[in-house]
């Protein structure tokens, strides 16, 4: 069971935005530590997405946005394209481990 | 470019033991923590173990404590996990990564798996 939770899976029509949740505790998110996602498209390793909450690396488009608030961040995908069709995975720090956390992974269709 | 490549996977026996590696390049290694992820086939990612640059920090997940050894070599600019005492829940793609800024912070790169399967 992952200490951060996402939901399984997310739909929606190419163009629309989708967004996905991503929800810890007062030992992680809630201790203010950064929420940072993650692609990873079938058969290869996950790819840097959103770092610091909020900030895209380099060759990220911008329809890719993160938010955080309390315990709880946000992955946004506006204009959703085909190639947009991956599993995304937030991850945070737990001070109690100490040690980083993930989540579960939220798989998104692009119907 | 800022490369990691793992190697040392392979097919074990229950009770076994294997050592993973991961060479860096590209980028000061010794300047990074560095860690091992985990991803068991079909599930999500679970993160191992840390080292900090110098080798003096060291932390283990609860579910690799005692079994699993996280260790590197600066000069060759290799990461290594040192995996003992193997089950067939250990079986998963192992992922080297760089921590970025600190040990509390983002993992990029990451390098491109290396598959460990546990079978009699």
């Known amino acids: 069971q992952s200490v951060l939770t996402q939901p399984p899976s997310v739909s929606g029509a190419p163009g629309q935005r989708v967004t996905i949740s991503c929800t810890g505790g007062?030992?992680?998110?809630?201790?203010?530590?950064?929420v940072h996602w993650y692609q990873q498209l079938p058969g290869t390793a996950p790819k840097l997405l959103i770092y610091d909450n909020n900030s895209r690396p380099s060759g990220v488009p911008d329809r890719f946005s993160g938010s955080k608030s309390g315990t709880s961040a946000s992955l946004a995908i506006t204009g959703l394209q085909a190639e947009d069709e991956a599993d995304y995975y937030c991850q945070s720090y737990d001070s109690r481990l100490p040690g980083s956390v993930f989540g579960g992974g939220t798989k998104v269709t692009v119907l | 470019q800022v490369q990691l490549v793992e190697s040392g996977g392979g097919l074990v026996q229950p009770g076994g033991s294997l050592r993973l590696s991961c060479a860096a390049s590209?980028?000061?290694?010794?300047?990074?923590?560095m860690s091992w992820i985990r991803q068991a086939p079909g599930k999500g990612l679970e993160w191992l173990a840390y080292i900090s640059g110098s080798g003096r920090t060291i932390y283990y997940a609860d579910s690799v404590k005692g079994r699993f050894t996280i260790s590197r070599d600066n000069p060759e600019n290799s990461l290594y996990l040192q995996m003992s005492s193997l089950r067939a829940d250990d079986a998963a793609v192992y992922y080297c990564?760089?921590?970025?800024?600190?040990?509390?912070?983002?993992?990029?790169?990451w390098g491109q798996g290396t598959l460990v399967t546990i079978s009699s």
């Open positions: 007062s030992s992680d998110i809630g201790a203010g530590y950064d």
């Open positions: 590209g980028f000061t290694f010794s300047d990074y923590y």
């Open positions: 990564a760089r921590n970025l800024p600190t040990a509390w912070g983002w993992f990029d790169p």
